[in-house]
Structures are given as structure tokens and as C-alpha cells.
């Protein structure tokens, strides 16, 4: 017979909430819960001890929720966070076993079969890894069984037990069947039958169960008893891509670090040129020898397969860290990973001179971006309004997944419509002489010079966003003046709302 | 200097428009038009809502109203508008328009509702007399016309093929479409503020010239005043599903598509006069009046040879001898004559041939109706059968009618079995063809609810805080959203979000929405109707209905007939059958609704008790008030029964007077009875005549009406203002210039101000729900005729309720045990007996007992049903047999065995749900397909196990209200009995034993929120297991409540009895309490402690005893 195995279950009941205060502090005092949207309406997906103290529960309309509490502070569901947070603790979980499997979305399976002893017994491994978990902030429960099912309703309802091998059938009998955690309907089947403990469930004879239930819940059951095995499927990688260099000696030189990472880095494109795809997002990842990680990621504005560019970019990136790596006593495991690879077109070879003057220039952006953060490296992008200041918003360069307007076509014989350059504020001007009620003005004085009208056309009557940006309708002009100046101006108010008193402004000079 | 606006999107363009027609034609009338024109995107829907505030318009100084639609292309053909010259025209546009309604689009095999799909070659077709203007599209303007690009192979239609092409310049295809038109085309220019206005006129004016085509003024108005761009904006961002800050430029940038004075036309378009002057001369070439639309009935019922007069009168006069058989009174004969005189008078008999066809094809069909309305209740009606209420049981109504304006059209709706009215329908559309018979529209407006929904998401507020907001307007039929329910919905009524949607959506509240197909008001047309009325599909498969709602019917006084579905009509038709079939002789003839035994004093004592749980119409909580108040004992009573409850009478405050006169008539015959009276100078019986059959007092809409004219003087044209006002007041707001005439003119004459003032609260109490008297004289022989069954046939009439669900008020919970109270056994649904409608079964007692049927069991399907008795033969031996010979899904047999149906053999819910889960899958694998059916599975032997736990009363009462909605078990407050008794909670019956004035707390489930019309009080019915409580919750204590009456399951009430004389009480509630807790933990009973583990409890299980399965 082989060895039995033991397996601790970790449940982690508050993993959404808990990862939003655990760390940058919460973000508000109020009751925080998580929304989650299904048949388009929101619930309660999610929510920490406190609120769930004030009557909420999971599964509640949103709505419901804010009548009974407030203020409530909620925040919306994010799967991948959460995902990734789990996959953190996985990480951390190393520490006790290598062999640790995710149980998405809050639990971990750690089988520890013949690794007990190391941390002084079972009892203290679950103990020890309670409180550490509970150090960090993470609300967890777990305990300990031959199998897998056993450990995972045992960490549920009775949380911090170790069962001794062979008392999974004794120690799960009295759970509400809803312990088992199987479909619905065979939940349903079973409280219809009056069953409601895992014992009562586990006396019916077990061709009553398999006709009824089907085989796979008996076998479910039996491992819930200890008396089957469950096979753990070992967990996934997270990064689309990865290498990794080892060292026996942890490493500290720069150097060495440095070839490393462009080691990894060739053995990455090699794939990636395989497979027709490049790096949009590296993420390079050191373990210090005391347990420690340290991570630094960069982006590219295109898919990138070019191990000296990678190279570069993690430099520019290392370079500019305001806490310097520091390797303490060294970094045993150097790790790179391609967090977002992106098909990319056949390369061909360009003889576009263009096409190598826009690949430098996306090079160049990606440098900056690396070296002065990505929100230092802007560019415009046109905005779906009718408000002229508006209507060019800047984003970070290295941007790709916006959605935008398109810029406004310019009719081909037509001249402008909106001025190159507009001025940083609207400018006042004075001394404006112009018919009513729409007319455009014949002279002005701007900047202490008076100017002439030559030739104007308009106006152009836009009104402003009644609902958030309260103002006065404007009516634009294109004009010309005597000195050949090309101007952008408006009154500001219709004649009838404010008489002879409008005010006018300059705003744009055309080019 | 004047100017016509001949491009006016209104709201009937649903989501363009942002200003009713009715309003685009005050606006014009104000600012001096010479004409104004309406043109709907693909659409004459508005123009008749147009039509009607021109009327009213002072006939000097109002505009001329052109109809029109502004033609919208699939093919990118720009917009054109285009204007009939005379009747021809317009048909040809009303056709143009149901042509593209009811094309599929491309893929589809059928044509969506709400869509017009156009192309350039339809507009071709239907061209002739068409005056259009072509509207260019603002983005492709300019440029110098280029030599044409179009591609030499082109064959004929070249002009129009080419038109869309790609790589086109703009201008070039603007002449091609002009060209293509030809003769009576202008094209559109308008000075809209772009910033290049007058480059483009001057453009436009180039182009008109080459095209030998006369430039038009138009401002593509979109409102009627600028103030309504904000709104115009709201609507945009809702037809494009984005908030106000994602909307960008498809808002218009500025606020000046409005009407715009003629001055300011002219001086905007100072550079060319002569488009100005377009407009005039555009507008006189039209001839074509909206009032030209007659109706021309079809031809079929009238026999060759005959005409339409003499037919009715033939058929008039063998139908009184088949009413009269022992001779027709003289009175009743003259009354004919007189009103067949009338009709062939006002041209009408065709309109009641037609609807003496449509009932004498359900008689033929054994379809039980009653014709309802102003002409339905005459003596020709009741001689040919579209009515059964007899003449001579209560006064002729008809008289009124044809005392009243004369150009009122009859009405006349005609309630059918609601189960069968299909069938009439069907042969309405074989008879007449479905160009010639199409439905009425009903127009879809925003209520409150639905624009707070909407508004609210423009602004960016999320869709649970619009949910509760709208979850706060009571019914469907609020109007403005106040303050107070903002903050009632948790919501800050100070955010300036909340603010600002709550203020829109009060603005669109009332805006038309959608058409949608009304529930059965046909028009019915001797040729096609689409000459008459753009026609479009419905959302039913082969239905299709007109752009035009009963209220423009009205206004163009084409006549309809509504074929309506009424429930209690089934109802009576099945306990008619069962009463038939298990007749003790067999030889009794069928009953019909005129042969039901009248005056029966057995079934008034009955009414009188308030006994009336099912019975049509009085068995609201307010009606069986009011039953033992009102006394009813002749079939008059119950005309005035049916109308009293109701927003008119109770408004007004005619209650109580009414009740006191009849109170004093009753013990006293003799008593004199006072009628209001003017000053001595007029004649003082003159109201006595109006209001003699009820007593002085005014109940029904019809009296309101008379008194407008005989007390107030109004005459005919401002009493059918009156009467449009009343019935459209809640989106019109015309009533309060009513009001005053109303009031000031009676008080002239020597009324007092009060009695003048109630009465017109009255009629503002009618607003939509008018009861007019001769509706509740044909209502009153449903009522008599469904109490005549409750009371001599309870069995029957139990069952027939249940077989007709869904109708009426109460849930089957309430009717079983209303039935059982009465004495009736009733037996649970069983697989081994029951059938799929509730049936009468003799007990040994030779009783009839009702035997509940597969129907009560939510979810089960009806084909099962039948499979159940067509196998069931001589009896199934046993549940295995049973599974065996009928071969249902298991899903079927799951529902069977969760309603407890195989007590039949032997198993309760619990063994027969276990023994249902062995059953195998219903997929067979293939290799066992052959085999037949799953009861051949041959390795399932006799199986021995253990018994499963015990199944607690409770658990099965509760598991029976979940799956049939009813227990014939006990009742799930007993089980709370101890601990309600141990608070010292009296129990519904209790609370009746109580003295007047009593403190009392009582507790219950809530079988029915009611809230009478505007009525200041709330009623709840409470219900334990020993009876129902009637709680009275008013206004104030409402608010402070309102979570608890919305949404308590199980509600605790403290407050005072009141029981009035006749014996009502009532318990006034001052303090409310949710209970439902309670009921939830009934559920949850013996369930283990579920340690850290959350409740999945959806509120929805605790509303009613819950609809999920999730019983133990």
C-alpha cells in the first residue's frame, strides 16, 4: 500500500477584501465590500468581517446592501487581482512544500506529505502557517487530512484540525452537507431527501447514492472519507513566458546579473521568434537568498524580440529605480518573464525610410518612457467633443489601448477650421467693435496692439456642457486681420443673454 | 413678413424630437407662422396629436398644419421631406411608409417592429404629388461639383444607382437626386450657426441654380424652444446608450434648432430672401386637410341586395323576437325604432353590422362575450346579441349617447373569453385580409419609472441607484418623481446628478416612447388601410398594427371596435360547462349568460355579507367594504357598485352621500330626496333629470358630463374638450382651464361653490380610469352572473377559477380556501387521479369535491398532463408502472414528486423524490435506445433501503406553497402560532372578536397591498390560518413604513380596531413590523449552524413563501 499522503487545505474566506486592506491601507473607514455583476445587476460579491457583522452576505443586490449600511464603501470585483494575489501566496507557500496547488479562487492545497517534521509536526506547520498568513493580513483558515476533499471541508468548518490518518470519516460526518460542495442539484436531491449531514449522507448504501447521484459524487464522497484518492494537478506558470537561471553561489555583481539577464533574455526570443510573437511587457524577477523577491517590470510600444533592446530597457529600468536593487547576500534564482507577448506581423525587411524613422522614434519612446516613467512621456490624442480646449487630450505615449475620436477631416479645398495652436487660457480682448447680434468684430485690441479685420467668417456657435462646464454659449470667428494675422476668436454669450457688456477672447492663432 | 417651418421633428421621431406636435403648433401660432409642417422620421404618428391642438387653436390667427414625414434612407440617399398635395398624395405616402415598415431586412424573413427600411427607388414609386424637400447632408457640402464619376455600364436607373456610390463628390450626387426627382423638389438650406453658414448657402444657392431646383428656408427644428436643448441632449445620449460626458459631438453643439421668429428667418437669410419666401409658396400649393380621412366600412356582412339599414333592421327585429319569445314590450319596441332611426341617420349601420358579425361568429363558436361602451348598451345591441343585458333590467343607456355631441363616435368593446379570443382574431384577419383589418396602436410614453431608468444612466448614475429610485414610485402610474421618494430610495435628493436626472426625467416623463400594438381596438376598412395610415408589424408574427392610437381615432372620428380578452368570461364559460356535465338530470340545457335565473335573492344576501372572494370586479378589498354598505339587491345596485370604488366618486367625496341617501331611501321609501338646485331664476328640476337614478348624487363619468352641459352650460364643443381633457389630463394638463369654467359658470348660476368644486374633482378623479355607466351596467351582469355560480355551484366555480388562471385578484391559495370555507372538499393534485385542469369529482357522500389538477403545479407542462390521462386507462398499479407507461421526462416526474402528487401510491414527497432520482437520465445511451422507453431498464431490481428522516408538517405545507402555491395541509403561520401567541399577537380571527377601539397586534402574511387610485390610505389584507385581517394604513404612516408595506412577506401590524356598524373591521394600523424573519426560519429549521459559511438568501425567498425548491 503506498504511503498515505497528507494534505493541508488553506481557505482563504476574504482574499478580495483582505488584499485591499491588507497592504496600502483600506480605502475608507466605511464597511468595504466587493461588487460583482451578474444578469446585470450587482451584488455582493465579496466582503471583510465587519460588514458582513452589519447583516450583509454574499450574493445581496448592491442596492439592498447600501440601504442597510451606510456609508459602504464599495469597490468593484477584480478577478485578476485576486488571482494573482492567490498566485503570490502560492509563491510564499514554497516555503513549507513545493508541491502546492491552487484551489481558485481562495484555496491552496499544500500536500506535505513527509515535510512535517521539518517544522516540528503537523499541528505546528498549520499553526505556524495560520499565523504568519494572519501576520500579513490575510484572514485564513486550514487544517490538515489525508485527502484533499477531507482537508478542504474540514479547513471550512472546523477550522485548525489535523486528523489523524484513517479519521477523515469520523472527523467529516458531522458537517452540513453543504461541506461536500458539489453541484447544486445533487445538494438539492440530498435536503430533499431530509439527509443533512455528510454522516447522514455517507449510511445510505452506496448503489442508492451512484444510482440516484451518479458516480462521480460517490467518489467524491469516499475521498471525503479518506478512503479514495484525489490526484492534485500541479500549478500553472502565470507569465506567458519564462526562463530562469539558478545559482549555487548567490550571485551580487552587477555583471553578473547583467549577462544573466541577457542569457535569459536570448533563450526568450528564441521562443518567442518561434511562436511569431513578442514582448509587449517583461517582468524580471530576483530571489534573494534570504527569501526575499524582488521584481521590476518594463513595457514596449510594439512587440519586441530583440534580446539587446530587452537588455537595454532593463538597464534603463534598473537604472532609474529610486531604491536600488539590492542583492543583501545575494540572489540565488534570476527569473525573467514575458508578462504580455503579442503576435507580431512577419517581419519583412523595410526599405521605408519612414518606417525606420517611426521604429526609432517608438525605440526612443520606450527609452524615455523606461528611464522617466510612463507619465512623463505624453502625446495627444483627439477627444469627441465640441469643447475647442478639450478637444485634444494627452495620454502616455507608450499607450496603445485607448479608444479615441478620430481627428476631425479637414475638407479638401476648405480652409481650416480649428487652429493649429490654441493659446494655454482664452486671452480677453478689448475694444471690440462689432455689430449685433452676430456679427463679427471689425477691430480690437489684443496684447496692446489694436488689430483690424480684414476678412472673418462665422460664427461658429457652440454651446458648452450644460451638465458639468456651466459658461456661456460662444460664437467663434475665423479672421484676418489688415497685417495679415489669422485669429481664432469668440464672444463670449449670445447678444441677447448679455447685451452690449460680452466679453471676447482670443484663442487660437492660426499657422 | 412670415415664414413656414417646414422641417419639424417632433417626439413621435422617438429619441430625435425633443417637443410634443402639439406644442411645435402653439410655438408656430405664437410666433405668427403662416403654416407649420410636421414630418416625422418615416412616420405620421405625430401628426394627428398635431392635428388636435390646431383645432383648438383660435381659427384666426393660427397657422396652416401640413402633414408630412421626413423620409429617412437605408441607401444613404440623404434625408428629403416630403408633403402630399391632396388625399392621393397622402395615401401614396401612407403606403410609401407601410412598404418600408414591413420590408425584412436583408437576411431576416421578417420585418422589424419599430424599423423602416426606404430606399431611394421606393420614394421613386410613390412620387407623384409629392412636394419633397431634399435635406443635404451637412458633411458633404461644398466643393466644387466635379464631372461625374459614375460608371458608364449603368443601365437605366443610372440616376439612382449611382447615388451612394463611393468616391463620389457630394455635390454631384445632390444633382443627381434632384434630377432624378424632378418637378416639385426644393432643395433645403439652413442657417444652423456651423461656423461656414454663409459659404454654404452660397454654395447651396450655385448648386440649386444648376439644378434648376428653387432653394427652401428651413431650421430643422428639433424642439420648439431653445430652452429644450438640455432635454434634446437626454434623449440623444438615450437613443445612442451613452451617458451625457461619452456623448460628445453626436450632441448638437449649440441650442438653435428651434423655431425661430419670422423676422429672425428673414434676416438669418438676408443673403437670399427669395428661400424665405419658398415656404409660402411651398405650403399654399398644398390642399390636403387631415379631416379629409373618412372611414368607409367594409361590405361583407351586408347581403347583396340589401342595403346596411335595412339589414339591421332585419336583424334587429328576428333578434327581439329570439329575446322576447313571449312578446317584445312595446317600450323596448319603440326604443328600437327610435335608435335604429339614429343610426341610419348618423351612417353607422355598417359599424354594427360589423360587430354583430364578429359576436355572432363566437357564438357560432361557443364563445362566450359581452359587448361594453357608449353604444353598446342599446336595444339594437341587446336584439343582436352583443350584449345580454337586458333593456328592461336597467334603463336604456343608448339615449344618452345620442342625446350627446353628435359627433362622437359610437364605441362599442367587446370582451371574449380571454383563452379563445385568439380564434376571433384569427377570423377577423380571414374575413376582411390583413390590409383591411390591422390593430390599433397603443403609444408607449415614459412613466416615471421607466425616464428616471433611463435619465439616470445618461447622467452616469449606476443602475442600482436608478433601480431604487425607481422602485419608489408606486404602480406604473406616477408622474413626477418628488423629492421625498429620492430620499425614500436612499438617495440624496441634494446630489447634483440625483437632482438633475429627477428634473429630466420629470421632463421626458410623458414623452412617447414607443408604439405598441393596443390589445385588440381593430380597424376595420372597406379597401386598404394603408391609404389611410402608415401600418407596421407588431411583435406577433402575422399581426400588424396602424401608427395611430385610440385618442387619434377619436380626434378623426374613424370608428374601431375593441376585441378584448376578459378572464372572468372564461371562467364562467368553463363552471357553465362543469355545472353542465355534472348535472344531476343531464337533460338541462346549457346555461347561457341571459338565461342564468335573475333576481336571485339567495345571491344578493350573499353579496350583501361581502362574501365575494372571486367574484368578478367586487372582490377587491375596497369593493367588499363597500358591499355591506351599499346593500345591493337589484342589478342596478351593482351598476352602481362597480362604479363606486372608484377614483371618480371617491375624489369627488360622492361616497358617503350616496351611501347616506340610500341609507335613508332604504328605511324610509318615502324619504324625499334633495338634488342640488341653481338660483330660482332657472329651472329647478334641471339637474333632478341627470342625477334621478343615483339619488342626487353624481357617479358615473356620463352624469359629470350632462351636469358640464345642463348645470355648467358648456356647450358641445368645450364638453368634448372637457371629455379629451379628462382622459388625457395626466399628459396634457389642460383640465384646470377646464376647472375654472366649470366651477365659475355653476356658481353663476346660483350653485354652491362646494358641490360645483367636488364635482369637478370628480371628474378630474376619472382622469383615466373613467367609469363611464354603461361599462359598469354590462360589468354588473358579470357580477351578478359569476356571484349566481359562487353561490349555487361553489365546486364549479372554484375549479373553473383555478382552470382559468391567471385572472382576477387572489392567488389559488385564497380561492381553495375561500371554496373550503364554503363547504367544498378539495382534493390535492395526484398522479394517480388527477387530471391537467381541475376537475369535479363526486365524493362518496355524492358531493362534489374539486380535485386539484396538474395546471396548479408551477412548472409542469401541459402535454405531460395529457400524456398522464391518455395512459392512465383503468389506473396505473404503481409508481413504477406509472413511470414506466407514460415515459415522462424526469424533469416532469421531479415536479410530481416535489408537489406530493404519488400519495396515490403510496410514497410522500420525500420517498417519491428518491424514487423518482433512480429513475435514469432521459438521454439513453444509444446502445439502449431501441429499448424504448427507460422503464425497460432492466437492471434495476426491487430495491430495500433504509426509510429516509421523517418529513415535518411544516416542511411540507411550506414545500406545498412552493410548488402549487397552495397547502391543503395547514397554513405556515400555524407553525409560528407558540412564539406569536407567547408576544401576545392575536391571530386575523382574533382580531374580529375585539371591541371598537382596541389596541391589537396582529400578524399575518400579506396577501395584497392595495392602494385605491389616488386614494390617501393603504390597504393590506393579512392572513393566518384562521382568516384574513384587513389593515388600513394612511398616507403619513405609509411613509414612515414604506419599506415594511413594500416589502414584508410576513407583516406584524399594531394599531386600534374600527369596526363600523355593518359589521367591517378594520385594524388601523399605526405601527409596522417586518417579520419575515420568521417564515425564513421556519425553513432553515434542524439545519445545522453553517459556521463561518454565508446565507445565499435572495430577498425573493422571502417575499412570498418562496418560489425556489429549496425545501428539506
Known sequence: MPRQRRILALWLPRLSTDRLTRKNGRPSDAPLVISGKANNALHVHALEARAERLGLYPGQPLANARAMVQPLTVVPHDARADAALLEAIADWCDRFTPLVTLNAPNGLYLDITGAAHLFGGEQALLN????????????????????????????????????????????????????????????????????????????????????????????????????????????????????????????????????????????????????????????????????????????????????????????????????????????????????????????????????????????????????????????????????????????????????????????????????????????????????????????????????????????????????????????????????????????????????LAARWYMQGIFA | MTYAELAVTTNFSFLHGASHPKEFVEEAGKLGYAAIGIADRNSLAGVVRAYEQWTKEKPETRPRLLVGARLVFRDGTPDIIAYPKDRKAYGRLSRLISEGKLRAPPGKDRATKGECLLDFADLLKYRHGLLLIVIPPPSQLGSAPQAPRCDTRSRGEEAVGCIGSPGEMPGSRLTKILAALGRDTWLAASMLYTGEDRRRLRDLMRLARQARVPLIAVNDALYHKAARRQLQDVVTCIREHVT?????????????????????????????????????????????????????????????????????????????????????????????????????????????????????????????????????????????????????????????????????????????????????????????????????????????????????????????????LADTVWGHHGDTLEEHQIRQGDADPANRAIARARHFANELTGFPRHLSQHVGGFVLARYKLDWTVPIGPAAMDDRWFIEWDKDDLDTLAIMKVDVLALGMLTCIRKAFDLIHAHAKSGKEPRLLLATVPRQDPAVYDMLCKGDAIGVFQVESRAQMNMLPRLQPRTMYDLTVEVAIVRPGPIQGGMVHPYLKRRKARRENPDCVIEYPRPGPEYPQDELENVLGKTLGVPLFQEQAMRMAMVAAKFTPEEANGLRRAMATFRHAGTIHTFERMFVDRMVARGYQEKFAQDCFNQIKGFGEYGFPESHAASFALLVYVSAWIKKHHPAAFCAALLNSQPMGFYAPAEIVRCARGHGVTVLAPDAAFSDWDNKLERTAGGALAVRLGFRQIDGFREDDGHTIMHERGYGYRSFADFARRTGLSRRALVLLAEADGYRGFGLDRREGLWAVRRLPDDDPLPLFAHEGNRGAAPEQGQEHIAPLPRMALSDHV??????????????????????????????????????????????????????????????????????VCNVVVWERTFELFRKEVMGARLLLAEGRVQKSPEGIVHLMAEKLIDRSGDLRSLMDCGEPSRAHHPRHAHPRDVKVLPPSRDFH
Open chain 2, 244 to 468: 451625457l460626458k461619452e456623448a460628445g459631438t453626436r450632441l448638437q453643439a449649440n441650442a438653435e434648432r428651434h423655431l425661430k421668429s419670422p423676422a429672425e428667418m428673414a434676416r438669418l437669410f438676408r443673403a437670399c430672401p427669395e428661400a424665405v419666401a419658398e415656404t409660402l409658396r411651398l405650403a399654399g400649393r398644398i390642399r390636403f386637410h387631415l379631416a379629409e380621412l373618412g372611414q368607409r366600412y367594409p361590405r361583407e356582412p351586408v347581403p347583396r341586395g340589401k342595403t346596411a339599414d335595412q339589414h339591421l333592421r332585419d336583424l334587429t327585429e328576428a333578434g327581439l323576437k329570439w329575446r322576447y319569445p313571449r312578446g317584445v314590450p312595446p317600450k323596448i319596441a319603440a326604443i328600437a325604432e327610435r335608435e335604429l332611426a339614429f343610426i341610419a341617420d348618423r351612417r353607422i349601420a355598417h359599424y354594427f353590422l360589423t360587430v354583430h358579425d364578429i359576436v355572432a361568429f363566437a357564438r357560432s363558436r361557443h364563445i362566450l362575450c359581452q359587448g361594453r361602451g357608449s353604444a353598446a348598451n342599446s336595444v339594437v345591441c341587446f336584439a343582436i346579441g352583443v350584449t345580454s343585458v337586458d333593456p328592461t333590467d336597467i334603463d336604456v343607456l343608448f339615449d344618452r349617447f345620442l342625446n350627446t355631441n353628435r359627433r362622437e363616435p359610437p364605441d362599442i368593446d367587446v370582451d371574449f373569453e380571454h383563452e379563445r379570443r385568439e380564434e376571433v382574431i384569427q377570423y377577423i384577419y380571414r374575413r376582411y385580409g390583413k390590409r383591411r383589418a390591422a390593430l390599433t396602436a397603443t403609444v408607449i410614453r415614459y412613466r416615471s419609472r421607466s425616464a428616471i431608468r433611463e435619465v439616470g444612466k445618461v447622467f452616469g448614475l449606476t443602475e442600482d441607484i436608478t433601480g431604487k
Open chain 1, 128 to 499: 505556524d502557517a495560520l499565523a504568519r498568513l494572519a501576520a500579513q493580513g490575510l484572514a485564513a483558515q486550514g487544517a490538515i487530512a489525508g485527502t484533499s476533499w477531507a482537508a478542504r471541508a474540514l479547513a471550512r468548518w472546523r477550522n485548525g484540525l489535523v486528523v489523524p490518518a484513517g479519521g477523515e470519516a469520523e472527523a467529516v460526518a458531522p458537517l452540513p452537507i453543504a461541506a461536500l460542495d458539489c453541484d447544486a442539484k445533487i445538494l438539492r436531491a440530498l435536503r430533499h431527501a431530509g439527509l443533512k449531514t455528510v454522516g447522514q449522507v455517507a449510511q445510505r448504501l452506496g448503489s442508492e447514492l451512484t444510482e440516484r447521484l451518479g458516480g462521480a459524487f460517490v467518489r467524491r464522497l469516499r475521498v471525503m472519507e479518506g478512503q479514495a484518492e484525489e490526484p492534485l494537478t500541479p500549478r500553472r506558470p502565470l507569465p506567458d513566458l519564462m526562463a530562469q537561471q539558478r545559482f549555487a553561489d548567490p550571485v551580487v555583481s552587477r555583471d553578473t546579473i547583467a549577462s544573466t539577464l541577457l542569457a535569459l533574455a536570448q533563450s526568450l526570443c528564441g521562443v518567442l521568434e518561434r511562436e511569431g510573437q513578442g514582448a509587449r511587457g517583461l517582468g524580471a524577477v530576483f530571489f534573494r537568498a534570504d527569501g526575499k523577491v524582488e521584481r521590476i517590470a518594463v513595457r514596449a510600444g510594439a512587440p519586441l524580440r530583440d534580446p539587446s533592446t530587452m537588455l537595454r530597457l532593463l538597464n534603463q529600468k534598473l537604472d532609474a529605480l529610486a531604491d536600488p536593487l539590492d542583492p543583501g547576500f545575494g540572489f540565488d534564482l534570476i527569473r525573467l518573464e514575458v508578462l504580455l507577448a503579442e503576435e507580431t506581423k512577419p517581419a519583412s525587411v523595410s526599405f521605408d525610410a519612414n518606417e525606420n524613422a517611426r521604429r526609432q522614434l517608438r525605440f526612443l519612446v520606450d527609452r524615455l518612457s523606461a528611464r522617466f516613467g510612463e507619465h512623463r512621456v505624453m502625446r495627444f490624442v483627439p477627444q469627441d467633443t465640441h469643447i475647442p480646449e478639450a478637444a485634444a487630450a494627452s495620454v502616455p505615449a507608450q499607450d496603445r489601448d485607448f479608444t479615441c475620436a478620430a481627428w476631425p477631416r479637414q475638407p479638401m479645398n476648405d480652409p481650416p477650421r480649428r487652429p493649429l495652436r490654441l493659446l494655454e487660457r482664452p486671452e480677453e480682448i478689448h475694444h471690440v467693435m462689432a455689430d449685433t447680434p452676430d456679427a463679427p468684430p471689425v477691430r480690437f485690441r489684443w496684447r496692446a496692439c489694436l488689430h483690424h479685420v480684414a476678412r472673418a467668417e462665422g460664427p461658429e456657435r457652440i454651446a458648452m456642457a450644460w451638465w458639468n462646464r456651466p459658461g456661456l454659449t460662444r460664437d467663434y470667428f475665423r479672421i484676418e486681420t489688415r497685417d495679415g494675422l489669422r485669429l481664432w476668436l469668440y464672444r463670449d454669450g449670445l447678444y441677447r443673454e448679455t447685451g
Open chain 2, 958 to 1027: 411550506l414545500a406545498d406553497y412552493q410548488t402549487t402555491r397552495l397547502s391543503l395541509k395547514g397554513y405556515p403561520t400555524q407553525f409560528l402560532r407558540p412564539r406569536l401567541e407567547r408576544e401576545g399577537i392575536t391571530s386575523c380571527a382574533g382580531v374580529g372578536q375585539l371591541r371598537d377601539g382596541a389596541r391589537v397586534r396582529c400578524a399575518g402574511i400579506v396577501l395584497v397591498r392595495q392602494r385605491p387610485g389616488e386614494g390617501t390610505a393603504i390597504f393590506i389584507t393579512l392572513s393566518d390560518e384562521t382568516g
